[in-house]
């Protein structure tokens, strides 16, 4: 943060310029977190001083210490290995429902977005529908009757991701569909396709990426609720939500046993927020309106 | 005229809604087929299956007939409000939401109460002071409470402010208005968290917006007062787009409800879905699904309808749902 702030001109490309400086700590501590986090989830079990599972049931439950930097849950398992390992969770399922909302929202918005017609007023209805659909909600009545865990709750979610998504690409490429190098392009005789893929797609990339961030937060406050009802991973795979409800009985004997994965938890999804919202602001000085 | 075109809109859209409902409950019927196994052995959860038992559950469920007229049938009942019998209690479903949704409705109302009365100021303040240090910190906060999800809010509210201090009671929900007022008042915060900060986003995004309109200048210039030009101006313009999300933060509070009664122990619906869930109880997370869809139908029918008295403009062509 600098300390003196120069007084908004109004003009835009001073405006933007401010804005591209402005958040470089807080963005690089949460670059750094996120880092962290993503090389747990790789490496996790390398990088875990225990093993996660090791239950030690003569031990049970033991504040921080020495061997067990935040203590041990009631089965006597090292609570900061576990921490480590269930990165891996709090990684893969967002991942996935970024990366496919990203995949299939893109394709269906840019469709709807050049193409138009009845694609497009079919995206545009679902998106509607969808907006305002409790998501987790949906997925702990699907998961909980057809069971299937985590892999359904993933599916479930991006099935509710995308439409959301087509509707903010499908609206960039309205944006993009009238200016001349569209044209010129389509008059060169350029297949819609490649039109559509090597030359509107790369110009919404900052706009894509913000959105795939920011879906990346929501998918792991989604799926960690998910665990934390116990509708998630298996039982004995270390994840934060899960964690939480298990050790929830233990805010009394080792508090950190539920207050480490709330801390790591509320971290990730800051981090990825902030990331997100950056991304986001640094493209356009619409503010963080989504 | 104009009443006329009220009354064709609204019309339309309760017609609109209602056939979503028809086709929500439709999906909610198949959720029993969905469920692994056959109808029977859902119905029949743990107890014992003897053949005249699987003749009486075929019997009364219409087992034979095709799924259409199941569903009819089973249509018929939830119109009446019989949406059948929990497999684990043997209580109607409908007495077992009627005793628990008490406390949701309770904690709902509460943290909904908190997230509108901290949130809309918030957002108007951060507006108004777009892009300075009060607006990045109001954002902040924002930001922070969509990155929590409400049971981990919960948990740092309950250790903080119930363990550690000893100010608030840790489980349950009380006897008696102020009792539970008491009681509800962590979980409740606990909601409002996430809930204000989406509010509080909604109202900052409206509000910048709105006041960069030149009918604000134009009042600024005319020297009517700045509260009044925020209030009468300014919110009130701003409040459409709000208002519209309604039904995304309602969605929101009911699935933060489902998260929070699970960490304060409350005999909510959402304790008793979570239950449900963890016992195959289809009959039960059927009634759940159709309350909620009813409930999140019906709000959007009051939110076009506060919409006709906040923007006289709209009486038709708003999009459907």
């Known amino acids: 943060m600098t300390a003196i702030t120069a007084p908004d001109t109004g003009f835009v490309g001073l405006a933007s310029k401010r804005g591209r400086r402005r958040p470089s700590l807080l963005i690089a501590v949460s670059t750094l977190i996120m880092l962290l986090v993503v090389a747990s989830a790789i490496f996790g079990s390398l990088l875990a001083p225990q093993a996660a599972n090791a239950q030690n049931l003569l031990y049970g439950v033991h504040p921080s210490s020495a061997q067990h930097l935040l203590g041990t849950d009631d089965f006597g398992r090292d609570i900061f290995s576990r921490l480590i390992v269930g990165a891996r969770a709090a990684v893969i399922g967002p991942a996935l429902i970024a990366i496919g909302a990203l995949v299939i929202g893109n394709a269906l918005g840019l469709i709807a977005g050049y193409v138009g017609g009845r694609v497009d007023y079919f995206i545009m209805r679902l998106a509607d529908l969808v907006w305002a659909l409790p998501g987790l909600l949906i997925a702990i009545v699907v998961v909980g009757v057809i069971g299937g865990g985590y892999y359904v709750a993933v599916v479930v979610l991006i099935v509710l991701t995308f439409p959301v998504d087509a509707r903010i690409v499908r609206g960039a490429t309205l944006q993009q569909r009238n200016m001349p190098y569209v044209e010129a392009a389509a008059t060169l005789g350029l297949s819609p396709l490649r039109l559509m893929i090597r030359h509107i797609w790369p110009n919404l990339l900052p706009l894509v990426m913000a959105n795939t961030f920011l879906n990346f937060a929501f998918s792991l406050v989604s799926l960690s609720g998910l665990s934390f009802l116990g509708l998630g991973v298996p039982l004995n795979t270390p994840d934060w939500g899960g964690m939480l409800a298990q050790n929830l009985p233990l805010l009394q004997s080792n508090a950190l046993a539920c207050l480490a994965p709330a801390i790591a938890l509320v971290l990730t999804a800051t981090s990825m927020n902030l990331i997100g919202d950056w991304t986001y602001e640094r493209l356009s000085d619409r503010g963080r309106a989504r | ?321």
């Open chain 2, 1 to 321: 005229m104009r009443a006329r075109l009220i009354a064709i809109f609204l019309i339309r859209r309760a017609l609109a809604l209602l056939v979503l409902l028809l086709m929500i409950s439709f999906l909610v019927f198949g959720l029993l087929y969905l469920a692994p196994g056959n109808a029977i052995q859902v119905l029949l959860g743990t107890h014992p299956a003897s053949r005249s038992v699987i003749a009486a559950l075929t019997a009364k469920y219409h087992l034979g007939d095709s799924f259409f007229e199941q569903y009819l049938f089973w249509l018929k009942g939830a119109i009446h409000l019989d949406l059948g019998v929990s497999i684990q209690t043997g209580q109607t479903v409908t007495t077992l939401i009627g005793g628990r949704i008490g406390v949701t409705i309770f904690l709902g109302i509460y943290a909904f109460l908190i997230s509108v009365l901290l949130g809309v100021p918030g957002g108007v303040i951060a507006a108004m002071r777009n892009r300075t240090v009060a607006d990045r910190a109001i954002v902040g906060i924002s930001l922070l409470g969509v990155s929590v999800p409400a049971f981990v809010s919960g948990v740092f509210l309950l250790y903080l402010l119930a363990i550690d201090a000893g100010w608030f009671p840790i489980y349950g929900p009380g006897t008696g208005f102020v009792d539970e007022l008491w009681h509800l008042t962590l979980p409740a915060f606990a909601l409002a968290i996430g809930v204000m900060a989406l509010i509080l986003k909604l109202t900052r995004a409206a509000m910048v917006t709105v006041l960069e309109q030149d009918y604000i200048a134009f009042a600024q210039s005319r020297g009517v007062s700045p509260a009044r030009v925020i209030i009468r101006h300014g919110l009130r313009n701003a409040l459409g787009p709000i208002v519209t999300a309604g039904g995304l933060i309602l969605g929101v509070v009911l699935t933060g409800a489902v998260l929070v009664e699970q960490v304060f122990a409350l005999p909510g619906i959402g304790s008793l879905l979570i239950t449900a869930v963890g016992t195959k109880d289809v009959p039960v997370v059927q009634g759940f699904t159709l309350l909620a869809a009813a409930i999140l139908i019906g709000a959007n029918f009051l939110i076009d309808l506060c919409y006709l008295f906040i923007d006289p403009r709209m009486t038709t062509g708003r999009a459907a749902i």
